[in-house]
């Protein structure tokens, strides 16, 4: 099975800038798709950014304007570009990958944790 490996979060000042990369041991466009999770503590996880093989993009309204996610295929890496970070961005972030014929989020990497200071 395909692991997915993030990295790139760390500490940052309020109004700042992160880039979260996610790192898949196989081929990443067996997937119908991907995702940016993230979770707070003592809240619910949610669905920040996902693409779909074909490119397509979707974000939370939260963060419109100010996260992109993108795809290299032949790095097998999903990106997350966070910019205009706030207080409410401090999470732990997970990458997520929906298999073939699985309408799911199934396979998870092991999260990375982004803090943004006020």
């Known amino acids: 099975q395909v692991q997915l490996v993030e990295s790139g979060g760390g500490l940052v000042q309020a109004g700042g800038s992160l880039k979260l990369s996610c790192a898949a041991s196989?081929?990443?466009?067996?997937?119908?798709?991907m995702g940016w999770f993230r979770q707070a503590t003592g809240k619910q996880r949610e669905l920040v950014a996902s693409i779909s093989r074909g490119g397509s993009t979707d974000y939370v309204d939260s963060v419109k304007g100010r996260f992109t996610i993108s795809r290299d295929n032949a790095k097998n890496t999903v990106y997350l570009q966070m910019s205009r970070l706030n207080a409410e961005d401090t999470a732990v972030y997970y990458c997520?990958?929906?298999?073939?014929?699985?309408?799911?989020?199934?396979?998870w990497g092991q999260g990375t944790q982004v803090t943004v200071s006020s």
């Open positions: 196989g081929n990443i466009f067996i997937f119908n798709g």
């Open positions: 997520a990958a929906r298999p073939p014929l699985i309408n799911e989020y199934r396979i």
